[in-house]
């Protein structure tokens, strides 16, 4: 049932007054209720994945797992970075700091992401005009240094993966030090008890609470007079009616100005056209195949409901090896064979593009989810709309820096 608005009021109007007080809070003292939030997570943990599972369709099958890796896994693991973050945020390491680039190395930092991401490293680079000093006394100036006035910002939250949520909340937690609305997305709203739970010590501090609705009560939320900023994960047409009050056109979306209805600060994360790029070359036969993998993997995690899924592979035109990374890319698709479309509208799409002849279905026809491809330059629409289900598409791009065709 969805809250009315006497109620979503009485819920702004506690998060408002206790939000001078989470502005203030002291490091330690949110460290001590982050621990909490670990505690929570690992006594509902269970529940948490299996009932996701379930709801998705995949309870007791192998990707069961993606469940509980996207759901309580990585909220602890956040957790534990951000802890981290709060007792070790005095000073920044002079030694990561690179001064011929002006630039500090913030990733791996632990042996465990040296293992998950090999040869993987990120760094922030910072104008030449700045200084160690400067950087280190002005870095995260909001969050060090804090509000005595407090703010409440909405949190509209994903429908995908079940630890969003939770991190976007977390985030603007730790970061902006800001009371939150959550309200869930209702694809996985049954997630609200285990919310509950998990933000237990905040929800009884009137610093979060967490709401179910539909679009009527995402707009009256979004429109709030007591609601200082909104984040918004979802669709760009669910961010273009937020700040504009409807869907744009394409003239309109080129426009270097627009005049907003809703002036409200928004984070958004709206989604993508991952595009695959491969980059030719010698590849063994092994290399093609492991590629492969990763490429149906990145495709199907989620049954293909990540905002970052693969759905572009991009090729070099005439290099040699085109038709076997297809050829492999298909024969692991098939050999998944099919996996489940929880989310709506996926179904009536994917019936769709069956019926179009411009598609090539790899699974078999009795496969609740099939797996289609198809060349993008037969259905140019998706090389700037998100397919959003388990389609892929190849594109072949001329390739001059190197004779692809000696290699």
């Not at 465990?112 to 990120?122: D, V």
């Not at 005439?318 to 998944?336: A, E, F, P, T």
């Not at 090389?383 to 594109?395: A, H, M, P, Q, R």
């Amino acid at each position: 049932m969805n809250p009315s608005q006497l109620e979503l009021d009485r819920n702004i109007t506690t998060l408002r007054i206790n939000s001078s007080e989470l502005s203030k809070m002291s490091n330690q003292e949110l460290i001590v209720l982050l621990n909490k939030t670990i505690e929570n997570i690992q006594g509902i943990a269970y529940y948490w994945a299996t009932l996701s599972a379930e709801k998705k369709g995949i309870l007791q099958k192998h990707k069961e797992g993606e469940e509980w890796l996207g759901g309580p896994f990585v909220s602890i693991l956040t957790l534990q970075y951000y802890i981290d973050y709060l007792e070790k945020n005095d000073q920044l390491d002079i030694n990561k700091f690179d001064d011929s680039k002006n630039s500090y190395k913030v990733f791996p930092n632990k042996l465990i992401e040296k293992l998950t991401f090999p040869l993987l490293n990120a760094e922030i680079r910072f104008s030449k005009s700045m200084n160690f000093e400067q950087i280190n006394e002005y870095r995260g100036f909001k969050q060090r240094i804090g509000t005595d006035s407090g703010s409440v910002t909405l949190i509209l939250g994903a429908g995908n993966v079940s630890s969003i949520p939770f991190l976007d909340t977390i985030f603007h937690l730790v970061a902006n030090r800001s009371s939150i609305i959550l309200k869930l997305n209702p694809v996985n709203d049954y997630l609200n008890p285990v919310f509950q739970k998990v933000f237990h010590e905040f929800i009884e501090r009137g610093f979060i609470s967490v709401v179910n609705g539909d679009i009527p009560t995402s707009k009256y939320l979004t429109e709030h007079r007591s609601i200082d900023a909104i984040h918004l994960t979802g669709s760009n047409y669910t961010y273009e009616n937020i700040v504009y009050g409807r869907v744009l056109n394409d003239k309109e979306r080129k426009l270097s100005q627009l005049s907003k209805s809703n002036k409200k600060p928004i984070f958004t994360e709206l989604g993508n056209v991952t595009p695959i790029i491969v980059h030719p070359g010698k590849w063994s036969n092994s290399e093609i195949k492991f590629q492969a993998r990763k490429i149906v993997t990145a495709k199907l995690n989620n049954s293909g409901f990540n905002c970052i899924a693969a759905q572009v592979i991009v090729l070099p035109k005439g290099w040699r090896s085109n038709d076997k990374l297809k050829k492999y890319i298909k024969h692991y698709l098939k050999k998944i064979g099919d996996t489940t479309s929880y989310y709506p509208g996926a179904v009536e799409s994917l019936k769709e593009l069956q019926n179009n002849k411009n598609y090539e279905q790899i699974n078999d026809q009795v496969c609740s989810t099939p797996f289609m491809v198809s060349d993008l330059d037969s259905d140019e629409q998706f090389s700037i709309e998100e397919v959003w289900n388990s389609t892929l598409y190849f594109k072949e791009i001329e390739y001059t820096d190197y004779e692809i065709n000696k290699i």
